[in-house]
């Protein structure tokens, strides 16, 4: 397989030259790409592939999904992308079945990671704190595999398992304070985000056809219960995972509720995840409870609000879309900071007035203007403090202050920017299987 990331690595510099102007860009996919997979991934005995986060010796099924994801353009061109591809979703789908309410794991069941934890967890889990985008971020990755190649052979009894549990899951935590036990706390951490409030219950809610997080996709728990963007990826993948159990499996009882499901999550985006701002119009809230409560900001994690084209949950023209965009991009959003040396969106999980590259990226992947993208791009490479890759956050006043410095979702982020600006998206233009709007 090293021989698949070198001939991939060819390809996407070969890409980025004939398409770019300069060395500049080239150099910084070059070292963005060795930083995001082939210094992460390696091969377990059982032929499945684990891919670590960076400077985290645990893999998160969210990053990991999105760490593999510059890989799919070369699918057709490279052999051997396909079954790199399909080993990635085949630990993903492992995990899953082990525990459906963890976000990251252990390659062996060494106890390694935060072993304070309470309830105590499996050796093999790092950490077990329940995000549903976390949750269906695998099969994501394996429906866009099966729509760039048309490959499923990725899914056979072990997925057919995961899609079990994550169907369970996500219909028992629509219904939270009496169907769920799950609690989460850190007794020994001093982040107040590192646990869930009420004895690890979490955020208080009531029905309302949407799916209950414990986490928001930075990690911190949720304020509100109901993470909007969650939800509408949720329901993006419910479709996609219906799509793929008839296909694949046969199974049109266990497609029906995931398809149910995804109904009732729609519904209640419609109900309950919207606002009118007086002087923009509808846009989307970013986490409500049912019980009136409701937040308005956006976070550099995807899901993010920002994130929802780029995830094939609306289309980028979208005007509730359009509306939540401009906010987002504005100082309504408590997270996006401006400074002498840039502006973006940041995250209550690092510093105040410190902007992420992966919301960068994500701005520039969902936005129409070939100017905006330019101007995104620029602002990526001079912020790296020297170091010739991205970051997990900067300082908008000094790009020299940064956190994380080996955070390859970031990295592979960067990737994907550049390969869309080369006129090779992972995702053609418009594919919005199954998408809300």
């Excluded at 401009?326 to 410190?354: I, K, Q």
Aim: aromatic share 10%; charged share 20%.
């Amino acid at each position: 397989m090293l021989k698949v990331l070198a001939d991939v690595r060819e390809a996407l510099l070969d890409t980025v030259a004939d398409h770019m102007s300069g060395s500049r860009v080239t150099a910084f996919a070059a070292a963005c790409f060795d930083q995001s997979l082939p210094s992460t991934l390696s091969f377990l005995d059982d032929g499945s592939a684990f891919v670590v986060t960076g400077d985290i010796p645990a893999m998160w099924l969210r990053d990991s999904a999105c760490q593999v994801r510059p890989l799919l353009p070369f699918a057709a061109q490279v052999p051997g992308v396909v079954d790199l591809v399909s080993a990635v979703v085949a630990r993903q789908m492992r995990q899953i079945v082990l525990d459906p309410y963890a976000n990251a794991f252990n390659a062996s069941p060494d106890n390694a990671g935060h072993r304070s934890d309470q309830p105590p967890v499996s050796p093999w889990v790092w950490e077990r704190k329940y995000e549903v985008d976390s949750l269906v971020h695998p099969f994501h990755l394996g429906y866009l595999l099966y729509r760039t190649t048309g490959h499923t052979a990725w899914f056979g009894q072990d997925a057919l398992a995961a899609s079990r549990a994550v169907v369970d899951v996500i219909e028992c935590e629509q219904d939270h304070e009496t169907r769920s036990s799950y609690r989460f706390t850190r007794p020994d951490s001093p982040v107040a985000s590192d646990t869930l409030v009420r004895d690890g219950r979490g955020p208080q809610t009531v029905p309302t056809g949407l799916t209950w997080s414990g986490f928001r996709p930075s990690d911190d728990a949720t304020r509100c219960g109901y993470n909007i963007p969650g939800n509408a990826f949720a329901a993006q993948v419910l479709a996609e995972m219906a799509e793929l159990l008839e296909l694949c499996c046969g199974d049109p009882v266990l497609a029906g509720r995931a398809r149910r499901i995804r109904a009732d999550i729609l519904a209640g985006l419609d109900q309950y995840g919207r606002f009118h701002h007086p002087e923009q119009g509808d846009a989307w809230w970013y986490e409500v409870d049912g019980r009136g409560g409701a937040l308005f900001m956006d976070d550099a994690n995807v899901p993010s609000l920002l994130s929802l084209p780029w995830l094939g949950c609306c289309a980028a023209d979208d005007p509730v879309y359009l509306t939540t965009r401009a906010l987002v991009l504005s100082a309504a959003n408590p997270y996006y900071f401006r400074g002498s040396c840039g502006s973006g969106v940041g995250s209550p999980h690092t510093p105040d007035g410190h902007i992420w590259p992966i919301a960068l990226c994500v701005q520039g992947l969902t936005s129409t203007s070939r100017c905006e993208q330019e101007m995104l791009l620029e602002q990526l490479l001079s912020s790296d403090a020297g170091t010739g890759v991205m970051h997990e956050s900067f300082s908008c006043h000094d790009p020299a202050v940064f956190t994380r410095g080996w955070f390859a979702w970031a990295d592979a982020m960067f990737c994907e920017l550049v390969l869309a600006m080369c006129g090779r998206p992972v995702v053609s233009p418009g594919f919005q299987a199954g998408g809300h709007g």
